[in-house]
């Protein structure tokens, strides 16, 4: 969807690992796993369709021991997976790490002891820890289960919902899967992916240079 120079690679790529925290995900193999994704949508190559498992918490432990032989580097994947993508190997070893995800968890503890006025406040305390799984399976499940269509991609892909606010556009999943380099994900007038905007102020910025999307 975009390219951008050494220097802001490197800079979101630390940003990622601290945000992302106790869900940090390698970048390398979280795209070879989204590009098996998009070429074998629902079908049963697809790392993650949910249309091959009787509930949400199989289809995110197959999607997790597809990530990891990718994370470990046991499975060699195909040529037209590999490359541009950013690539940190101590960065992303370390973030991968369970000393990592636990310091991270402790963290966030520690914010709440601080911060907490409330007890039932601790009970957000699992989405934290858990906020990158959560969210792949909410876009996993529902935006290939759920929703409506605009495109005929031969797949299940849905867009489950035209104000994606809460999953940041990715619940357009069916204009996605038509237009995969669009940084846009939102088609039709009523649909609003809030991300887009943020990308062309930073594309003005000159942090990052958006490419234009082929469409077929």
Known sequence: MFTTNKFFERTFHVMTFICQGSSFLNPRAYAIMHREHHA????????????????????MWHTVQSFRE??????????????????????????????SRI????????????FATQWWMYLLLPI???????????????????????????????????FDFLMLGELFQNNHHKHP?????????????????????MHWARIIRLRKPSYN
């Open 70 to 99: 990718h994370e470990k580097r046991l499975k060699e994947p195909e040529a037209r997976f590999k490359g541009n993508y950013p690539e940190w190997r101590l960065l992303d070893y370390y973030g991968s790490t369970m000393v």
């Open 40 to 59: 074998y949508s629902d079908t049963e190559k697809d790392p993650h369709s949910p249309h091959f498992f009787t509930d949400v918490i199989q289809m």
């Open 181 to 201: 380099n669009s940084a846009n994900f939102a088609k039709r007038w009523f649909e609003i992916d809030p991300v887009y905007p943020v990308m062309k102020v």
């Open 128 to 162: 934290h820890f858990m906020m990158g799984p959560i969210h792949g399976a909410i876009v996993n499940w529902c935006g290939h289960k759920y929703g409506y269509a605009n495109f005929d991609n031969n797949d299940k892909s849905k867009n489950t919902t035209p």
């Open 103 to 114: 310091i991270f968890g402790l963290l966030y503890v520690a914010f709440y002891v601080a």
